[in-house]
């Protein structure tokens, strides 16, 4: 594939507005380089039938009715939401899995998807070739105990998203929403099965959208264009840069020829939260350490619930406002974990020169290596909550985690394993223990947290864990929009 692009060169953000990016922009599917923005989505897994023409034929057509989007497409849709009186868009994007580009006749060339690393370190054997079922060993699932939608073949994912959240207009901006996705389903219908279908709704508290244990969700994603950088929105970057290169996002699409076509990994998981559990688990290990739940809750996620980070030592208690700086920050002066633990979420999955201040130089240096694991996450919420957050389900609500990545061993599959599974990831002793919030499997080890907050002692605590459990998920690919254009209508 010729064009203008050279990915080993994309390293950093760029210039969306340059003239070389234009066929990038108009070929890559949307959501890959930024969030859709919606807080309602509908999310339809299927299996294509036996008739692969009607298959590509609705294909086909999703993208001539508007549910398939490009990024191009996607910014002018944001430009024209802004101006006044603006109506709300509809947004959709297809993902296929290695089944599904199998079944469209789609070859899948050698090697394609595994792991790019080389040199000496801990790797990760899955490949975006199997499913994600086939990867549990690695990932630290169970497979056995999923729901039973996800533990058969699936070939693609439709996303329909439309709508931002009116404290007047709520119902009628998410019937909407089903509505597009009802049109967009019975056309995918012509040629596939519908297996099951997820709906996201983002939980909106103090506008702000909240995660289902309460915390300001969305933080510390990585920005891929010089225009998303724009210090009044994202404040200072003088400790840590959030900007990343295409490199790390984007592969070329193997199945077009067009100049400039690129195409992106897709994970998604479904992880249920228990909410009654992590709050009863905050209070006792709050009331272990003398402090209070809000403290303890904040070292286990590395973040109040309202953004702040735990290490900013004017915030050892319950927090107000959040402060202007909330992604500005490395762990340099915490190398002991006393005032964010090595097992809390933020450090675990972006541990921001842990891993050359422990396991390397000693520096604490933001290294390519470790800035190159980093994955754009596009996750919302499932499950009905009480308006204000107060009730306390054990079950039935989560997140619909989904990132994109442009290698899932390498970046996705890396942290999990690696990382956010490791008890021993974040310093070799004492002991890490797993993170706290997502982490999977066993063993998981004791965790040390500092007592008081700010230490400097330290007291080891059986496993603070496992109150989000995944009940599904699969790999998949985000085509560009000419392969999906190349499709018969």
């Known amino acids: 594939m010729s064009g203008s692009i050279t990915l080993a060169n994309e390293t950093a953000p760029f210039d969306a507005s340059a003239p070389q990016y234009q066929a990038l922009l108009a070929n890559l599917q949307g959501n890959i380089l930024t969030s859709h923005g919606r807080h309602f989505s509908v999310h339809t897994f299927f299996k294509f039938g036996a008739d692969i023409a009607a298959a590509k034929s609705a294909i086909r057509t999703l993208r001539s009715e508007g549910f398939i989007l490009s990024a191009a497409e996607q910014a002018a849709q944001t430009l024209r939401f802004k101006q006044p009186g603006a109506a709300q868009e509809v947004f959709g994007t297809l993902l296929l899995s290695a089944h599904g580009l199998n079944a469209l006749g789609l070859t ?25 079922r086939a990867a549990a060993a690695e990932l630290g699932d169970t497979p056995s105990a999923w729901e ?7 070939d693609g994912l439709l996303i329909v998203a439309y709508g931002n959240s009116d404290a007047n207009n709520t119902q009628a901006i998410l019937n909407q929403c089903y509505a597009y996705a009802e049109a967009a389903r019975i056309i995918l219908e012509r040629g596939a099965t519908v297996i099951t279908v997820e709906t996201g709704h983002a939980h909106l508290l103090a506008n702000e959208v909240r995660e289902h244990f309460g915390f300001v969700d969305g933080l510390s994603q990585p920005l891929f264009r010089t225009g998303d950088l724009d210090p ?23 199945f077009t020829d067009a100049p400039d076509a690129f195409a992106s990994f897709f994970v998604f998981r479904k992880l249920e939260q228990n909410v009654a559990a992590w709050r009863a688990a905050v209070v006792a290990t709050a009331n272990t350490l003398g402090t209070t739940p809000e403290l303890a809750g904040a070292m286990a996620v590395g973040r109040f619930q309202n953004g702040d980070p735990v290490l900013l ?25 006393t005032h964010c633990p090595y097992h809390a979420h933020i450090r675990k999955s972006n541990p921001r020169g842990d891993t ?39 079950t039935g609500v989560g997140l619909l985690f989904m990132c994109y990545q442009a290698n899932i061993p390498d970046q996705f599959g890396f942290i999990q394993k690696n990382w956010v599974n490791n008890a021993s990831f974040g310093r070799p002793e004492p002991v890490s223990g797993q993170d706290a919030v997502i982490g999977q499997g066993s063993p998981r080890g004791n965790q040390t947290w500092p007592t008081p907050w700010g230490g400097p002692a330290t007291v080891t605590l059986p496993d603070f864990g496992q109150f989000v459990t995944n009940k599904g998920g699969e790999f998949f690919l985000a085509v560009s929009i000419p392969t999906i254009e190349a499709f018969p209508a």
């Open 108 to 132: 899948i060339p050698p090697d394609f998807g595994k792991s790019r690393q080389t040199g000496p370190g801990p790797s990760v054997s899955l490949t975006f070739g199997q499913p994600m």
């Open 148 to 154: 039973t939608d996800y533990q058969q073949d699936i």
């Open 232 to 254: 009044e929105k994202i404040g200072p970057t003088d400790q840590y840069d959030p900007g990343d290169g295409l490199i790390n996002l984007v592969i070329p699409d193997p």
């Open 313 to 337: 030592p004017e915030r050892p208690g319950n927090p107000g406002p959040a402060s202007p700086l909330p992604n500005n920050f490395t762990f340099a002066a915490d190398v002991a974990g």
């Open 356 to 394: 050359d201040r422990n396991f390397g130089s000693g520096t604490g240096a933001l290294t390519p290596q470790e800035r190159a694991r980093r994955i754009a996450r596009r996750g919302v919420s499932y499950g009905d909550r009480a308006p204000d957050l107060s009730d306390a389900p054990a």
